[in-house]
């Protein structure tokens, strides 16, 4: 029996476009989108950053060092941030599931700056009991630690969770951990995947 439903952030709750990261922080910084995704990706910024290895400040530091004109930190967060497109159709479901009692719980890769730019602007994220963002547990998804602090804030067995991705390899590596999962492609493929299990929304 499903008791606790857990949840990824992007591309499930949220959309976004790394594409738009590229384009809005070069025409901030001066620097060609190509400058950008080498540092965040080939240089594994973007990793460390999301793991809370480098904070916001370093971050901002790096790009600022490595611009072509100056910018505030704030401006810099928020070309960076303002990237997400709210997936609108599963908030009711959301809201179902917590108002028949079951317990959501928040399983992310992300980093500081998305989820403070986030919290203010989707307000369907005070529904989860408990967050587990990985710039917080200190590792990223497929690690085992994280999906360990998934199952902590569930509250209950892991063949009493039910996970939703849309990263396939999440998905694989939640099964390992005894967690029921299956990966997101549409709100009817999950209402599909909850009424399999038992559940109607």
Excluded: W
């Excluded at 060609?32 to 904070?55: F, N, T």
């Excluded at 070309?79 to 609108?88: L, M, Q, R, T, V």
């Excluded at 009991?129 to 990985?134: A, P, Q, V, Y």
């Excluded at 990263?167 to 009817?188: C, L, M, Q, S």
């Amino acid at each position: 029996m499903i008791k606790t439903l857990i949840f990824d952030l992007g591309n499930v709750l949220v959309f976004f476009s790394f594409e738009k990261i590229l384009s809005q922080v070069s025409t901030l910084t001066g620097l060609p989108s190509q400058a950008i995704h080498e540092l965040l990706i080939r240089q594994e910024l973007q990793g460390a950053y999301e793991s809370g290895k480098v904070s916001s400040e370093n971050l901002y530091r790096t790009f600022l060092e490595e611009a072509h004109k100056p910018f505030t930190s704030q401006e810099f967060f928020h070309a960076a941030s303002d990237i997400f497109i709210p997936n609108e159709p599963i908030f009711p479901l959301l809201k179902a599931l917590k108002k028949q009692g079951y317990r959501l719980v928040l399983l992310s890769n992300t980093n500081a700056a998305h989820f403070d730019f986030l919290t203010p602007r989707l307000p369907i994220l005070d529904l989860f009991d408990e967050k587990i963002l990985s710039f917080e547990v200190g590792v990223l998804k497929p690690h085992p630690k994280i999906y360990s602090a998934a199952i902590a804030a569930a509250k209950c067995p892991p063949q009493n969770c039910f996970y939703i991705d849309d990263i396939p390899e999440y998905v694989v590596a939640a099964r390992t951990h005894g967690i029921d999962a299956e990966v997101f492609t549409d709100v009817p493929s999950l209402q599909a995947h909850l009424k399999k299990r038992q559940l109607s929304v």
